[in-house]
Nanobody, 123 residues
Framework: VQLQASGGGLVQTGGSLRLSCAVS????????IGWFRQAPGREREFVAA????????DIADSVKGRFAISREYAKNAVYLTMNSLTPEDTAVYYC?????????????????WGQGTQVTVSS
């Protein structure tokens, strides 16, 4: 089982990035794919989640209106599109698989984690 997060980088305030999470190794039918982020000295924070079927999405209040999550079936990929970025969005972003939609904001509910991709927003 492998989750590969990519797409991070350095961007100026107000800029945009799209993170990708490539999922492979097993079927994730019934699973949730979530994005979390962790800044230095802070706890891992829920950002967004989507069911494997793509019929439900959840976005954290802190990024609602700026971030969106989507699913591409053909590539077994989940994307996090981030707009209007601010320095407060600077963190390592992780994708994860597992859990249930009703507890999608709890890191311990996820079974599999990717390696993380760094997002840095300059002021």
């Amino acid at each position: 089982v492998q989750l590969q997060a990519s797409g991070g980088g350095l961007v100026q305030t107000g800029g945009s990035l799209r993170l990708s999470c490539a999922v492979s190794g097993r079927t994730f039918s019934g699973y949730v794919i979530g994005w979390f982020r962790q800044a230095p000295g802070r706890e891992r924070e829920f950002v967004a989640a989507i069911t494997w079927s793509g019929d439900k999405t959840d976005i954290a209040d802190s990024v609602k209106g700026r971030f969106a999550i989507s699913r591409e079936y053909a590539k077994n990929a989940v994307y996090l599109t981030m707009n209007s970025l601010t320095p407060e969005d600077t963190a390592v972003y992780y994708c994860a698989a597992g859990g249930t939609f009703w507890s999608d904001d709890i890191p311990d509910e996820y079974d599999y984690w990717g390696q993380g991709t760094q997002v840095t927003v300059s002021s």
